[in-house]
């Protein structure tokens, strides 16, 4: 199932590898942290890991580019050592400004530039640089900047300002969790999901062995996997969960949680 759902992403990326063999610079296309998390694995049973890295135009962004070097380079750790093979910067980041009177939310930026006949594929992350969203950053492949910075007067019937935007190596932009302090009988997953989703011990585990719940991106059908912190839980229909940790036992003997819910 997973071999058939990543078959076209792994044919680009042996494409890619590829153009490294020859001795240019691999780049991908923006692709997700599930994606990114096969893609990896892919990569390593192709022994290319040592010369790979995901970038996404500021260190930490979720939607990133896979760079494949040419082999006389060596092994990478750093976007800093992949800058040197590039003609031109593959990333380009816009700032988008709204009039101030409406807040602005990720789907209506994301919307606005989907409706202009953009693909998702030349996308990255869509970030906010203040808490009253204000100002977005629109992180994109540098092809199509020109287009976006052109054609992008409105988001969410707001008339918007763009332009070109200077991200510094200590950018880092608002990231909107809502918290979750709780307490749970044992480490395994039905019990955090049911803890994370308000649903009842049953109904959680009948999440799980249906299929819906998956834990760093693999899909988990063992009610009683045991959850290790920190790791990234998905729920389909309740969101994205990030568990910060399960420890400090209580007095009556249950776990505290401490999680954080994407928003």
Do not use: W
């Not at 991908?28 to 390593?44: D, G, K, N, T, W």
């Not at 019990?191 to 760093?216: F, Y």
């Amino acid at each position: 199932m997973i071999k058939n759902e990543f078959d076209i992403l792994f044919a680009r990326i042996d494409d890619i590898c590829r153009r490294a063999e020859r001795g240019e610079l691999g780049v991908s296309c923006f692709i997700s942290p599930r994606e990114q998390h096969f893609v990896a694995s892919h990569l390593a049973a192709m022994g290319m890991s040592g010369r790979c890295f995901a970038y996404g135009g500021y260190e930490g962004a979720e939607r990133r580019r896979i760079y494949i070097l040419p082999d006389y380079v060596g092994e990478v750790s750093s976007y800093e050592e992949i800058e040197p093979f590039e003609d031109k910067k593959a990333i380009a980041s816009i700032s988008v400004r709204g009039s101030g009177y409406k807040k602005l939310t990720h789907r209506d930026y994301l919307g606005s530039l989907l409706a202009l006949g953009i693909e998702r594929e030349v996308l990255g992350d869509i970030v906010f640089t203040d808490a009253e969203r204000q100002q977005a950053i629109i992180f994109c492949d540098s092809v199509i900047a020109e287009f976006i910075l052109s054609e992008l007067k409105r988001v969410g019937n707001d008339a918007v300002k763009v332009g070109y935007a200077e991200i510094g190596k200590d950018f880092s932009p608002l990231r909107e969790f809502a918290h979750i302090s709780d307490t749970v009988a044992s480490p395994r997953i039905d019990c955090i999901v049911a803890a994370l989703c308000s649903l009842s011990r049953d109904k959680a585990s009948a999440a799980v062995s249906a299929g819906l719940v998956e834990v760093d991106f693999e899909c988990e059908e063992r009610p009683d996997r045991a959850v290790s912190a920190p790791c990234t839980v998905s729920v389909r229909g309740y969101g994205k969960f990030r568990i910060n940790s399960v420890s400090e036992q209580t007095r009556r003997g249950r776990l505290r949680l401490d999680a954080d819910k994407y928003i």
